[in-house]
């Protein structure tokens, strides 16, 4: 889910040439699921290969990084580890969410509601372990690192940010800010042309990127009461606060500066343990990381994963794989480097 911000917080858009020479750090379930949700058939189906196998992360991984890479941009995926304990009944609730839509999707397609199919089929995606497995292989093969976090993998991509390890971190979600992320870029997995839903038209989705000292600036607030105000409009440990929206949240932590001088305004407790939220993001787990390695892609291996074991045509892989090819030898030729691990 995330925080809500988006109406408080403004984005500067880009194109994906403005990150050419840039190392960023991805969170690697949230663009997966965003390739299980938008991947599909018109009326909701998954790609899958002739087991009956989901492959929708594999083609979003895999296209989606070869341009990318094309672009002269530098991925690593970050990986997350054990939820805190609070997220828990969020997980709960997600779970309940897609068993419903995935109920609601096969009646859907029985019913021919095309539309309806494809809304429930998008909510009802599910991240599985061997998913996660098949991802990090597939990685491996495109040279590009996969580095797996103690809990978030915002967190982690927020702490790679600020000890200069990438420039930035690539989340659709807004926690990543809460996380002290110095540069948080949105849409770089879902950037294009995007049809409007239950229209025949489409609207461009571009990258976008979010300066945390310059929002805060703005908004005449610190990071601390950013965290407050996001807890108050609900973030993934608790829900929102019946009644407060955005704007409102903003309002209120700069006219009273603390969720707990609002609770004193407001005459009441809230019902679910802030404080503890709030470290949340101010002290996440941490480790010690080394600067990420990229590699040369390995066709034999990207071959085999996505056509031998899934069912990929052959032609379609092999010609990204070229067009991939000459790209990097172009970004070579540019830096007078001798090989792709010099590049990067």
């Known amino acids: 889910m995330g925080t809500k911000l988006a109406d408080i917080i403004e984005a500067e858009t880009l194109t994906l040439s403005d990150l050419s020479g840039k190392k960023i750090a991805v969170d690697a379930f949230n663009t997966i699921y965003s390739f299980l949700a938008t991947i599909r058939q018109p009326d909701g189906t998954p790609l899958t290969d002739r087991h009956g196998r989901v492959t929708s992360h594999l083609s979003g991984m895999f296209y989606r990084n070869v341009n990318l890479l094309e672009n002269g941009i530098s991925p690593v995926y970050v990986f997350d580890g054990a939820a805190p304990e609070l997220k828990s009944a969020e997980v709960e609730r997600r779970r309940e969410i897609r068993d419903a839509a995935y109920e609601e999707w096969k009646l859907a397609k029985e019913e021919g509601r095309i539309e309806d199919a494809r809304k429930a089929g998008q909510a009802s995606s599910r991240l599985t372990g061997p998913m996660v497995t098949e991802t990090k292989e597939l990685l491996q093969a495109l040279g590009i690192p996969a580095i797996q976090a103690p809990s978030e993998g915002e967190a982690l991509a927020a702490q790679m940010a600020r000890d200069g390890l990438v420039w930035a971190s690539a989340s659709q979600d807004n926690d990543s800010l809460l996380y002290n992320c110095p540069r948080m870029i949105r849409n770089l997995s879902i950037s294009g042309r995007r049809r409007v839903a239950r229209s025949k038209t489409y609207k461009s989705i571009d990258p976008e990127l979010i300066l945390l000292d310059r929002t805060l600036q703005k908004l005449g607030i610190t990071r601390e009461q950013l ?112 090989s792709l691990f010099d590049f990067f």
Not at 317 to 326: D, G, H, I, P, Y
Not at 327 to 333: F, I, V, Y
């Open 227 to 338: 965290i407050d105000i996001a807890i108050l409009v609900g973030t993934d440990y608790n829900d929102s606060v019946k009644g407060i929206g955005q704007k409102t949240a903003l309002k209120l932590i700069k006219a009273h500066g603390t969720l707990e001088e609002v609770e004193k305004e407001r005459g009441e407790k809230f019902d679910f343990p802030y404080k503890e939220i709030r470290e949340i993001f101010l002290d996440p787990p941490k480790t010690e990381l080394k600067p990420p390695k990229w590699t040369d892609p390995k066709p034999d291996d990207i071959l085999r994963i996505l056509c031998a074991e899934h069912d990929f045509s052959e032609a379609r892989v092999q010609k990204s794989l070229e067009r991939l090819q000459e790209a990097l030898q172009e970004l070579r030729g540019s830096t007078h480097q001798s």
